[in-house]
């Protein structure tokens, strides 16, 4: 088995899904999370606030700074992550295929390096 990591990317600007809408979303992310869980093939999931509520941490010579916000502004960023455990590549993708029609974003697989 290896671990994927399933990538939720919004828009950065744009009009946001009504409550309504987000609300049929969300529902549709919870049934998805639980189909994961059921195959066993969940590890770990996570919302994240927006890109504004960040610090970035860089190294200068010899220190740290710290700074507000994201690293570099797009028009895209990362809304939530799902972290699986699958055999292959192939597995990872039908997991994916299912988180866009759960979030109806964008969503990157990547698998992890270990």
Avoid: C, N
Avoid at 22 to 49: D, P, T
Avoid at 89 to 111: H, N, Q, Y
Wanted: proline share 10%.
């Amino acid at each position: 088995m290896a671990h994927y990591l399933l990538s939720v990317i919004e828009p950065s600007e744009g009009t946001p899904p009504s409550p309504a809408e987000l609300e049929k979303i969300m529902a549709q992310v919870g049934e998805f999370e639980q189909e994961m869980r059921g195959a066993g093939v969940w590890v770990f999931s996570g919302g994240l606030h927006p890109p504004a509520t960040a610090s970035t941490l860089r190294p200068k010579d010899e220190e740290i700074l710290v700074s507000d916000g994201p690293f570099i502004e797009g028009r895209e960023h990362l809304g939530g992550f799902t972290i699986i455990d699958v055999p292959d590549l192939d597995a990872a993708l039908e997991w994916g295929r299912k988180a866009v029609v759960a979030t109806t974003l964008p969503v990157e697989v990547r698998p992890f390096r270990w």
